[in-house]
């Protein structure tokens, strides 16, 4: 995979878009790169599922309680950023896998900016998108970067 966009759009049509019919909803938050958007509106336009954005406060924070009352049983799919590139605001991706997982629903993740942090301003390689639920996860995915490194 060449980049976080390529790796959403592959999630998004390849994992997400077979799990979905019309009337499912998709969980995004108000500050998502364009590469965490365009691939939902498409599988909206395709399939009918509805978008319902999580809210963000005057201070650029996520609303958590907003966030989690948007869940209901037609939410099929959850998909942040863990820190926003316009923002730098740092999301609360524990808690808010915690939520989506208490619904029983599947969370992806943005990880191109936390993981460019991680490696500080000499990291010039984008990194590609993962699956990552739990901070063991995340530990695991920065060593196997270090190591290309
Ligand atoms: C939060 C976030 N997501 C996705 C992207 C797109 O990343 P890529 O260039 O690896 O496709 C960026 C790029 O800056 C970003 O900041």
Redesign the pocket.
């Known amino acids: 995979m060449r980049?976080?966009?390529?790796g959403i759009n592959l999630a998004a049509q390849s994992y997400v878009k077979p799990l979905l019919s019309a009337g499912d909803e998709i969980i995004p938050t108000h500050f998502e790169?364009h590469?965490?958007i365009v691939p939902w509106q498409m599988i909206a336009q395709e399939t009918g599922v509805l978008i319902k954005v999580a809210p963000v406060d005057d201070t650029g924070q996520i609303i958590l309680s907003r966030y989690a009352e948007l869940f209901s049983h037609r939410t099929k799919f959850v998909s942040v950023?863990h820190?926003s590139?316009a923002l730098g605001t740092i999301t609360p991706v524990r808690e808010m896998v915690q939520i989506a997982h208490g619904h029983g629903v599947r969370i992806l993740i943005?990880g191109?900016?936390p993981i460019l942090r991680r490696f500080g301003p000499k990291a010039t390689v984008?990194p590609t998108i993962a699956f990552y639920n739990t901070t063991e996860e995340i530990d695991k995915l920065a060593s196997a970067i270090r190591e290309l490194a």
Request: negative net charge; glycine residues 8%.
């Open positions: 980049g976080t966009t390529e790169h590469a965490n950023t820190v590139n943005d191109a900016q984008r």
